[in-house]
């Protein structure tokens, strides 16, 4: 069976950008719409942010892929489709979960010299099990974060 899982792979900047400005729209290049098809409302997407090499959260499908009316511009770039979103958890920074301590723990990234390679596309399908175990981590951490809360 084919996995649905994805990872978003986004900037810090656009990170908060789409957190703040958004409305719970998550821009989507043409490029994927075949892909991201297969979503569904309640459907959870880990949340990966570069140049921090973290998982920053994790967001839930609120709406399905659309195909937007007009081009969307977002950030300075246009996408052809929207995906809304609920930002579920998103992870303070010190709760960020850095991947160099779990490079050998997810299949994306074991034994891999130069895993940071495959975290150079916007999306990314990830296997069932490694969801889990970044999903899992994101829970404790998201736990820990809002115990001083």
Do not use: C, H
Not at 55 to 75: D, H, Y
């Amino acid at each position: 069976m084919v996995s649905k899982k994805f990872m978003f792979v986004t900037k810090p900047i656009t990170w908060v950008n789409l957190r703040k400005n958004s409305g719970g729209v998550w821009p989507v290049n043409g490029r994927y719409s075949k892909t991201l098809s297969t979503l569904k409302v309640g459907d959870e997407i880990i949340v990966y942010i570069t140049q921090k090499s973290a998982i920053a959260g994790i967001v839930e499908v609120t709406q399905t892929l659309r195909a937007n009316n007009k081009p969307l511009i977002f950030s300075g770039d246009v996408y052809d489709y929207s995906l809304l979103v609920d930002f579920k958890i998103v992870l303070d920074e010190d709760k960020m979960i850095p991947l160099k301590s779990i490079l050998n723990e997810i299949e994306i990234t074991k034994g891999k010299e130069n895993w940071g390679a495959g975290f150079q596309r916007a999306i990314l399908k990830i296997i069932d099990s490694d969801f889990d175990l970044l999903r899992s981590k994101v829970y404790k951490n998201y736990e820990n974060q809002t115990e001083g809360d």
